[in-house]
């Protein structure tokens, strides 16, 4: 007994140490973006912080207000996302799931070699397009482009939350005097909760964290948003590393948040978004 | 009474089934199937069209020719689109290798019951959802030359005399957006191979204690053999993820120096939007979604072999 206690204590700071190595990088963001100026070339560079001062967050989000408009339009992008993939999503695994329709199996397919393509794939034919359409530069612009990576992920996802509730459900549903579209609002979707959760906080995540369509699909700072704020922001300022890891940290905090607050929902979402059917 | 009831139950029947299969189910699928033939569909054709003309920058707006494979020949011709071909590879198989095998010895590590495993665990998943251009920026910073606390850190422990500059050298700026991509990939391999390991029936291994099996045995004869259709999925969509990383690659080096980072998706993206050939682009980002392609197609005629054993 006294010796599985040990060994179990032995695991635990093993892990402990697995973590310190491994989340280093994340610690290092912090911590470089409260390094001051005058620290920041210290040779060799102190592992804990030295003299800490939030000088770097003062400069790029109050004093100078460019990285506020990005962390706004990174917000109208990624709930956009989030919103409409939903919209889309949800009736479609439902259908997929409970009823009877036609093609199923092609669309399956479909939805799951989607996942596949190559952004960059899309990117330039979408910047044709879109330039004929005056998509470029444009909030909905990029909404598009972030679903078709989010759609598909949401309707495969969800499928199995809708497969999983028992039969006879509607049934009930319509002897109560509900129709197809009030029984599939009223009582499926409430049953389905924690599948929208995982859905939405993975949708949010695409929307938030997209590069390559941003890149691709905008010119002017009006729409872009703070993954490529970050990437313009390296090209201007070099080597000033804190402000960088400032600009980082902050562009990092809502998937921190949305991470400790939603824990559960996300480990879910990798398993079932990736190993169902 | 009894009679009653069996009509009015047949007709129950009647009314559920047309309830059921009526014409009104489509309507639930059509949004997202109009979303994906507009935006999925018509620019993958295009794509394709394009692939066949000679669209650039210049004529976009005019009329174009049809030019059959000249688009492809010219880029089977280019050195730089072997270079970008070994690159990915290169890319892509040692990425996996070192993202597989060290998030399975994590998935085994964390599949033991200690205090705080679940915290450890969760907690490894921030890298993971961290977006790629913070993780990339991180990573640039950290391995940049003069200051970065990797060569701080391989100086002390003596593996290293003098800095290197890991991003602007040929022979490393490839192998350091490998590491990055290692970082950003073990948390999701060890969390699809841990819920695999979870769902192994426990009473296999006690039956195999009693006799006398010891951990080593038990890994080759349980757990791999057990464990095969996870490790092939994740294979799969390990490849197929990593063939078409783009935004690391693009952030630490840009696909440089010169070409020596330089994969396919980073390729295409320049003649695409650098060198504005579309048509050239169209074909290179064809070529990639053919290679695609034909791993999938052999992932899934390996995962139906699986099945019939």
Same mark, same amino acid.
């Given at each position: 007994?006294?010796?599985?206690?040990?060994?179990?204590?032995?695991?635990?700071?093993?892990?402990?140490?697995?973590?310190?190595?491994?989340?280093?990088?994340?610690?290092?963001?912090?911590?470089?973006?409260?390094?001051?100026?005058?620290?920041?070339?210290h040779?060799?560079?102190?592992?804990?912080?030295?003299?800490?001062?939030?000088?770097?967050?003062?400069n790029?989000?109050?004093?100078?207000?460019?990285?506020?408009?990005?962390?706004g339009?990174?917000?109208?992008?990624?709930?956009?996302?989030?919103?409409?993939?939903?919209?889309?999503?949800?009736?479609?695994?439902?259908?997929?799931?409970?009823?009877?329709i036609?093609?199923?199996?092609?669309?399956?397919?479909?939805?799951?070699?989607?996942?596949?393509?190559?952004?960059?794939?899309?990117?330039?034919?979408?910047?044709?397009?879109?330039?004929?359409?005056?998509?470029?530069?444009?909030?909905?612009?990029?909404i598009f482009?972030?679903?078709?990576?989010?759609?598909?992920?949401?309707?495969?996802t969800?499928?199995?939350?809708?497969?999983?509730?028992?039969?006879?459900?509607?049934?009930?549903?319509?002897?109560d005097?509900?129709n197809?579209?009030s029984?599939?609002?009223?009582?499926i979707?409430?049953?389905?909760?924690?599948?929208?959760?995982?859905?939405?906080?993975?949708?949010?995540?695409?929307?938030?964290?997209?590069?390559i369509?941003?890149?691709?699909?905008?010119?002017?700072?009006?729409?872009?948003?703070?993954?490529?704020?970050?990437?313009?922001?390296?090209?201007?300022?070099?080597?000033?590393?804190?402000?960088?890891?400032?600009?980082?940290?902050?562009?990092?905090?809502?998937?921190?948040?949305?991470?400790?607050?939603?824990?559960?929902y996300?480990?879910?979402?990798?398993?079932?978004?990736?190993?169902?059917? | 009474?009894?009679?009653?009831?069996?009509?009015?139950?047949?007709?129950?029947?009647?009314?559920?089934?047309r309830?059921?299969?009526?014409?009104?189910?489509?309507?639930?699928?059509?949004?997202?199937? !109009? /979303?994906?033939?507009?935006? #999925? *569909? +018509?620019? &993958?054709?295009?794509n394709?069209?394009?692939? =066949?003309?000679?669209? %650039?920058?210049?004529?976009?707006?005019?009329?174009?020719?049809?030019?059959?494979?000249?688009?492809?020949?010219?880029?089977?011709?280019?050195?730089?689109?072997?270079?970008?071909?070994?690159?990915?590879?290169?890319?892509?198989?040692?990425? !996996? /290798?070192?993202?597989?095998? #060290? *998030? +399975?010895? &994590?998935?085994?590590?964390?599949?033991?019951? =200690?205090?705080?495993? %679940?915290?450890?665990?969760?907690?490894?998943?921030?890298?993971?959802?961290?977006?790629?251009?913070?993780?990339?920026?991180?990573?640039?910073?950290?391995?940049?030359?003069?200051?970065?606390?990797?060569?701080?850190?391989l100086?002390?422990?003596?593996?290293?005399?003098?800095? #290197?500059?890991?991003?602007?050298?040929?022979?490393?700026?490839?192998?350091?957006?490998?590491?990055?991509?290692?970082?950003?990939?073990?948390?999701?391999?060890?969390?699809?191979?841990?819920?695999?390991?979870?769902?192994?029936?426990?009473?296999?291994?006690?039956?195999?204690?009693?006799?006398?099996?010891?951990?080593?045995?038990?890994?080759?004869?349980?757990t791999?053999?057990l464990?095969?259709?996870?490790?092939?999925?994740?294979?799969?969509?390990?490849?197929?993820?990593?063939?078409?990383?783009?935004?690391?690659?693009?952030?630490?080096?840009?696909?440089?120096?010169?070409?020596?980072?330089?994969?396919?998706?980073?390729?295409?993206?320049?003649?695409?939007f650098?060198?504005l050939?579309?048509?050239?682009?169209?074909?290179?980002?064809?070529?990639?979604?053919?290679?695609?392609?034909?791993?999938?197609?052999?992932?899934?005629?390996?995962?139906s072999?699986?099945?019939?054993?």
């Amino acid at each position: 007994m006294a010796n599985s206690r040990w060994r179990m204590g032995g695991s635990t700071f093993i892990g402990i140490l697995i973590m310190i190595v491994f989340l280093f990088p994340v610690y290092w963001m912090v911590k470089t973006s409260i390094t001051p100026v005058t620290e920041l070339y210290h040779n060799p560079p102190h592992i804990l912080p030295v003299g800490a001062t939030f000088e770097s967050y003062i400069n790029n989000f109050v004093r100078n207000q460019d990285m506020v408009g990005y962390i706004g339009n990174s917000f109208i992008i990624a709930i956009g996302t989030m919103v409409l993939s939903l919209l889309l999503a949800i009736p479609a695994a439902y259908a997929l799931a409970r009823l009877p329709i036609k093609g199923k199996g092609l669309m399956m397919i479909s939805v799951l070699s989607i996942q596949m393509l190559p952004g960059i794939m899309m990117a330039m034919p979408l910047y044709i397009m879109f330039s004929k359409v005056q998509l470029i530069d444009n909030f909905a612009g990029l909404i598009f482009a972030d679903l078709i990576h989010s759609l598909p992920f949401a309707i495969i996802t969800l499928r199995p939350f809708f497969l999983a509730l028992p039969g006879g459900l509607e049934e009930a549903a319509m002897i109560d005097g509900c129709n197809k579209f009030s029984s599939f609002t009223k009582i499926i979707l409430p049953l389905v909760m924690p599948g929208l959760m995982t859905v939405a906080v993975f949708c949010f995540l695409f929307g938030w964290g997209d590069f390559i369509f941003a890149l691709t699909l905008t010119t002017s700072n009006s729409v872009r948003p703070l993954t490529l704020g970050l990437y313009r922001f390296i090209g201007q300022y070099g080597t000033e590393w804190n402000n960088l890891m400032a600009v980082a940290t902050i562009a990092a905090l809502p998937i921190i948040v949305i991470f400790i607050s939603m824990q559960k929902y996300v480990v879910g979402g990798i398993t079932a978004g990736s190993m169902k059917d | 009474m009894s009679h009653k009831s069996a009509v009015s139950g047949s007709r129950e029947q009647f009314r559920r089934a047309r309830w059921f299969s009526s014409w009104n189910n489509y309507l639930f699928v059509v949004p997202a199937l !109009i /979303f994906m033939v507009v935006f #999925i *569909g +018509f620019p &993958l054709l295009y794509n394709l069209m394009l692939s =066949f003309q000679n669209v %650039n920058v210049y004529n976009l707006s005019g009329k174009h020719d049809f030019i059959g494979l000249s688009n492809y020949m010219k880029s089977l011709k280019d050195p730089v689109f072997y270079t970008a071909l070994q690159n990915s590879a290169v890319f892509t198989v040692l990425s !996996i /290798f070192f993202q597989f095998t #060290i *998030g +399975f010895a &994590l998935a085994l590590f964390f599949n033991q019951k =200690f205090p705080g495993r %679940n915290l450890f665990r969760s907690l490894m998943l921030l890298a993971w959802m961290l977006p790629v251009v913070i993780s990339g920026t991180i990573f640039q910073w950290m391995m940049s030359g003069d200051f970065g606390v990797i060569n701080y850190f391989l100086q002390a422990l003596g593996i290293i005399d003098q800095p #290197i500059n890991w991003l602007s050298e040929g022979s490393t700026a490839l192998l350091s957006t490998v590491v990055a991509n290692i970082w950003i990939g073990i948390p999701f391999n060890m969390i699809i191979l841990l819920s695999g390991l979870q769902g192994l029936p426990e009473h296999l291994y006690e039956a195999a204690k009693l006799d006398g099996a010891n951990r080593l045995v038990q890994f080759r004869h349980i757990t791999l053999p057990l464990m095969r259709p996870t490790i092939l999925v994740l294979m799969i969509l390990g490849i197929i993820n990593t063939f078409k990383v783009f935004d690391l690659i693009f952030i630490m080096t840009a696909g440089g120096p010169v070409t020596s980072s330089t994969v396919l998706p980073i390729y295409a993206y320049q003649l695409s939007f650098a060198t504005l050939e579309f048509s050239q682009g169209a074909s290179v980002s064809m070529i990639m979604f053919l290679i695609l392609i034909v791993i999938s197609i052999g992932y899934l005629r390996m995962s139906s072999k699986e099945e019939v054993h």
